[in-house]
């Protein structure tokens, strides 16, 4: 139910905005982070650090978050990206409010148990997490060659951190 509520907001918010028109200039960094989403899911699928609980008639981490991944995520980045400022001191500071954002949306969540930390992940790594997030997509759209080789070490790091126990590799 949550679910639909939020897309509906966010779906308004994107129309209202006319961030929508601008969807062909941000296509490629909605993939890139798309593809992020989907390897963190593909690795981590039977060792997650965070699942989504859910309200949707099919409650589970799989489709809630796949629906997050194609639906409401791109939407926040057309809008994330359509009035991302141009000067630098801005920039920061937009930067800062949207993972203060994604940390409170989150922190709600979690509070209505639809949003699980597990195996030493906490709101503390949700919040620089965020903050990694909305940069790396801004760094994409800028410099996607840079985006995809400052992540892959983003990833190495990521996962000497929060390891996968090699019983759960598949």
């Known amino acids: 139910m949550y679910e639909g509520i939020i897309s509906l907001v966010w779906l308004g918010i994107t129309w209202r905005s006319g961030a929508w028109r601008e969807w062909r ?6 993939l890139y982070y798309i593809i992020g989403d989907l390897l963190y899911n593909f690795v981590y699928y039977q060792h997650p650090l965070w699942t989504y609980g859910s309200s949707m008639p ?8 796949l629906w997050y991944t194609f639906f409401i995520v791109p939407l926040h980045l057309l809008n994330f990206l359509y009035f991302f400022p141009k000067s630098r001191g801005k920039a920061i500071l ?3 409010a949207w993972a203060s ?5 989150e922190s709600l969540f979690k509070s209505l148990g639809y949003f699980y930390h597990a195996h030493g992940w ?3 790594w949700s919040f620089a997490f965020n903050l990694m997030l909305f940069s790396m997509v801004r ?8 985006a995809w080789g400052i992540q892959a070490v ?3 790091l990521f996962w000497s951190v929060f390891p996968v126990p090699r019983a759960y590799i598949k």
């Open 122 to 124: 906490n709101v503390g």
């Open 94 to 96: 937009y930067i800062l």
């Open 25 to 30: 200039s941000f296509y490629s960094t909605i």
């Open 139 to 146: 760094l994409h759209f800028v410099n996607p060659l840079l």
């Open 154 to 156: 983003i990833m190495l």
């Open 101 to 105: 954002f994604y940390f409170a949306l």
């Open 58 to 65: 099919v409650p589970s981490h799989t489709w809630t978050n």
